[in-house]
Structures are given as structure tokens and as C-alpha cells.
């Protein structure tokens, strides 16, 4: 009797366990559940849709949309009954090591380009990202400024400076070593900036500004919103691609720095929405 008592006992803490996933998946935003499909593809190799159905408490056919979705980013691969990761390289959140040596004269300079739109004393919003890293470097020729950012290579980077710099605190992304979360949010809502330096992933006219990560992205937008002129710097190849998470809009945008070989139809794009242009 008392094995059988003990035996009703644990099936009733798993139903309530089962409960419990179930009212999570339910409550999560619909960007949070698509990125959480995303990191349990990265830690399984695939991911089921009866599955994610039943521990989500989602039905089947959101669960095909999101999966839809995801595959339409690039983020996976649908197959019969669930998804899978896609080939080598085609899941676009490479580490900050892996991204510093791609595009590297590119990157030198829009920092030059970046770096003649601030004036001495003013307030610097600086993005995570090595773009942003090759600024926070070309920033160094100035003797007072503020920088703010979320990134704490950055951080230690200006660390040599006498620049007040001030990171905005949050949980580590070690991928990216940037700072991401509430803390990091609740602070960016409370200062202002002159200029933000944004990098990004993809930049896409329909979609708007995109990054791999829900939780960089909420930062991001928090970023653009605290700051007066909203600056994106970025290659040419991150044009006409679309990554995991919106930022904001491409008309959120106020200056772009690129390279020289952003295609003549995007430059017509960007000058038709009244986003000021800089080619280098």
C-alpha cells in the first residue's frame, strides 16, 4: 500500500512539474520561445514538434510557424516532424574572435568615418561588436568624452583613457562579451546620448535591423532610444540579410557607414528614406 501511496505521490509531482513547463512556454514572448527552439536545436542536434507541442504548452501548428519562421532566418532546417540545425555556417551568431579578422579594412574605415561625427565632450553610445571595438580605438585621438556601452571589451579597451566610461551591467554574453538583460536595459532607459554607434547583422529595408539574439536586441533598441542620433555601422554583406531578432526599423536609423561596395539599388533605398549616407 505505502509503494503504491508512493507511486501516486510522484506521478503527481510530475504532472505538476509537466504543469509548470507548460504555463512557462505559455507566458514566454514570442521572440523568447523562438530563441529558446533555437538553443535546445544547438544543444540536441534537432528539435520535434509533438515535443516542443507538449513541454511548451503550445499547439502544433505554432510550433510549425515558429519552426517556419526560424527556417526562413536561416536559424534552422525544417524537416518532417520537426527541424534540424542547419549546414556548417548557416546559424549566424559567430564569437567575437571569429568575426574580428573578417572585413578588417572595412571596418578601419568607417571607424575613421565614425569617429568625424563626434565632437569633444560629447556622450558616445557604443554597441557591442568589432566594428564598434575599431571605434572605441579611433575614439582614443580625443582627451573628454563619456562612452557607454554594454560591451565589456570595450570597457577594458578605453580602460587607459581619461574618458568617464560607464558600462551598463546585465548578464555576459561570452560570445559576443557584451552585457545583456534587465540591468542592462533598465539602465539604458535612465541616461541619454548624443550619438549611438550601432552595429548590427542584418540590415534589411522591409525588415529593419536584426542580431542573432533576442536579449542583444532588447538592449539595442534600448540604446536607440536613449540616444539623439543613431548612427549604423556596418559592411556592405550585412545588407539584404536577415538574422534571429529585430532591433527597430530601418527608419529608426538616422546615418549609415559602410563601404564602398553597398549595391547602387540599397544606397537609392537608404537616400529615399532619408537615411544620411557615408560610402568608404
Same mark, same amino acid.
Given at each position: 500500500?505505502?509503494? =503504491? ?54 499547439? *502544433? ?35 567575437? *574572435? ?6 578588417? *579594412? ?12 563626434? =565632437? ?19 575614439? =582614443? ?83 536607440? =532610444? ?55
Amino acid at each position: 500500500m505505502k509503494a =503504491k501511496k508512493m507511486s501516486k505521490g510522484l506521478r503527481g509531482m510530475a504532472v505538476a512539474v509537466d504543469a509548470e513547463e507548460q504555463e512557462r512556454g505559455a507566458n514566454m514572448l514570442i521572440g523568447e520561445r523562438r530563441q529558446y527552439i533555437v538553443a535546445l536545436a544547438q544543444k540536441q542536434g534537432r528539435v520535434l514538434v509533438e515535443e516542443l507541442s507538449q513541454s511548451l504548452g503550445i499547439s *502544433q501548428i505554432t510550433i510549425r510557424k515558429d519552426l517556419d519562421y526560424l527556417q526562413s532566418r536561416g536559424a534552422l532546417q525544417r524537416t518532417h516532424g520537426g527541424a534540424l540545425l542547419p549546414g556548417p555556417g548557416a546559424l549566424s551568431d559567430p564569437s567575437l *574572435q571569429e568575426k574580428e579578422g573578417l572585413h578588417s *579594412q572595412e571596418k578601419q574605415r568607417i571607424s575613421a568615418a565614425a569617429v568625424d561625427l563626434v =565632437k569633444e565632450g560629447q556622450c558616445v553610445l557604443l554597441d557591442s561588436g568589432t566594428t564598434t571595438t575599431a571605434i572605441a580605438r579611433a575614439l =582614443k585621438k580625443f582627451s573628454h568624452l563619456t562612452i557607454i556601452t554594454n560591451a565589456v571589451n570595450i570597457a577594458a579597451e578605453l580602460s587607459g583613457t581619461d574618458f568617464e566610461v560607464l558600462l551598463t551591467g546585465g548578464a555576459l554574453r561570452k560570445n559576443s562579451f557584451s552585457l545583456v538583460g534587465p540591468l542592462a536595459e533598465d539602465m539604458l532607459h535612465e541616461i541619454h546620448a548624443d550619438v549611438l554607434f550601432l552595429g548590427v547583422d542584418g540590415f534589411d529595408l522591409e525588415v529593419g535591423l536584426t542580431t542573432p539574439n533576442v536579449m542583444e536586441s532588447r538592449v539595442n533598441r534600448a540604446m536607440v =532610444k536613449a540616444a539623439t542620433t543613431v548612427v549604423a555601422v556596418c559592411d556592405s554583406t550585412k545588407f539584404n540579410r536577415r538574422s534571429l531578432s529585430k532591433i527597430v526599423d530601418a527608419s529608426a536609423i538616422h546615418h549609415v557607414i559602410t563601404d564602398s561596395n553597398l549595391s547602387t539599388e540599397v544606397v537609392e533605398a537608404l537616400r529615399g528614406i532619408n537615411i544620411k549616407l557615408t560610402l568608404v
